[in-house]
């Protein structure tokens, strides 16, 4: 399998898991990398960026070894890299298969890190604030097609 195809096997993969096996849009083209995920819960893209096995990272992460290689022998290059592209690559395994619901009723609820906790007010009530979504991902400005390329290919351009 080409490296290629194995990228867009893992992002159509991680696509498929984000948007719960019910995505509108799930493509991936080897020859030029152009990717779009859409998931029919919301009809937007989920934050792939912040997953591993993801068209994103892994552009960020080739960005990345041609920015070690081409500071071989360069310590403070290295550290450039290790400092400037690095962080930008997903740190996030994707969920290892969609979410069940374990409901009756057909909805599904899905706890967010996001959710706020119960406060207290001044007249001795509690008042709770709760979230839930079909999806594991919100919609996000996420690069999409080829765009995280380009901007992959600018950023080392400019760091170099």
Do not use: H
């Amino acid at each position: 399998m080409t490296p290629a195809a194995t990228w867009c096997q893992g992002q159509t993969n991680t696509c498929r898991v984000l948007c719960n096996a019910d995505a509108a849009v799930n493509e991936c083209t080897e020859s030029d990398l152009k990717w779009k995920c859409t998931c029919n819960s919301n009809s937007s893209t989920p934050g792939i960026q912040y997953y591993r096995q993801t068209m994103p990272f892994y552009i960020c992460q080739e960005v990345f070894k041609k920015c070690i290689s081409q500071n071989a022998g360069n310590a403070q290059g290295q550290d450039t890299c290790n400092n400037n592209i690095q962080p930008l690559c997903a740190t996030i395994d994707p969920p290892k298969s969609p979410v069940k619901d374990s409901g009756s009723d057909g909805s599904s609820s899905t706890a967010t890190t996001g959710a706020s906790q119960p406060s207290k007010t001044s007249g001795g009530s509690t008042q709770v604030t709760s979230t839930s979504s079909k999806g594991l991902a919100g919609p996000t400005l996420a690069p999409v097609g080829n765009g995280a390329f380009v901007a992959a290919m600018g950023l080392m351009a400019y760091l170099l």
